[in-house]
């Protein structure tokens, strides 16, 4: 039992890894857009400064208190880690990563980072040890107005970006490509991740 807790544990942090390091690579390619939630965390430190990564961990501890005060419940150890690491993971890949700095390189990071992110939310989410602050405040929506998901979500999402611009955040095109493209991408990953980690834990339990 603690080797498939090894081994989900690790898929998790990986896919934590790869996850900032896409949320990286789109603000470095920020002229296209970012991320909604993104949009707002670049939005917070340009007007306040601190870090794009901090940002990002002091928002989930908010959106986290909010959610666990609506839904009633405690959130798992995975979605503290999840806060956390993300928010570490930006700062580092921000600072690793040079600026690129012609309109070619940034649109090459955009679409890497998109890809990235896609990927790493496939493989933390196929180890189910908590979900992400975010998504415990969609289901909060849900909850409270019985809208669906799909609805709930857009509705969260467009009212984090418009905050994140008025607060002089990276809204463009590329936000609108992130919101559209991200789902379907998502769900091929995490079935890809989710077999492959299937595959792993067979493996641990014949041995």
Not at 113 to 139: C, N
Not at 165 to 185: N, R, S, W
Request: proline share 3%.
């Amino acid at each position: 039992m603690s080797k498939d807790i090894g081994m989900r544990w690790t898929f998790f942090f990986i896919g934590l890894m790869i996850l900032g390091c896409g949320v990286s690579l789109t603000i470095k390619g920020q002229r296209l857009g970012v991320g909604s939630w993104d949009v707002l965390h670049v939005g917070l430190f340009k007007q306040y400064g601190l870090s794009v990564g901090l940002w990002s961990i002091i928002m989930g501890i908010i959106v986290i208190t909010i959610a666990s005060i609506g839904l009633r419940e405690f959130p798992k150890v995975g979605t503290f880690a999840n806060m956390i690491f993300i928010g570490i993971f930006i700062d580092l890949f921000n600072w690793l990563i040079p600026n690129p700095d012609t309109f070619f390189f940034q649109f090459m990071a955009f679409i890497l980072g998109t890809l990235f992110i896609a990927i790493g939310s496939g493989t933390y989410i196929s180890a189910k040890l908590g979900a992400g602050p975010r998504d415990s405040l969609m289901l909060l929506i849900v909850q409270k107005t019985n809208l669906s998901i799909a609805v709930a979500r857009t509705i969260m999402e467009v009212l984090v970006a418009v905050l994140g611009f008025l607060l002089g955040g990276p809204l463009g095109l590329g936000t609108v490509f992130i919101a559209f493209a991200l789902g379907p991408v998502i769900q091929l990953t995490l079935k890809y991740s989710g077999n492959l980690l299937t595959k792993q834990l067979q493996r641990i339990d014949a041995t």
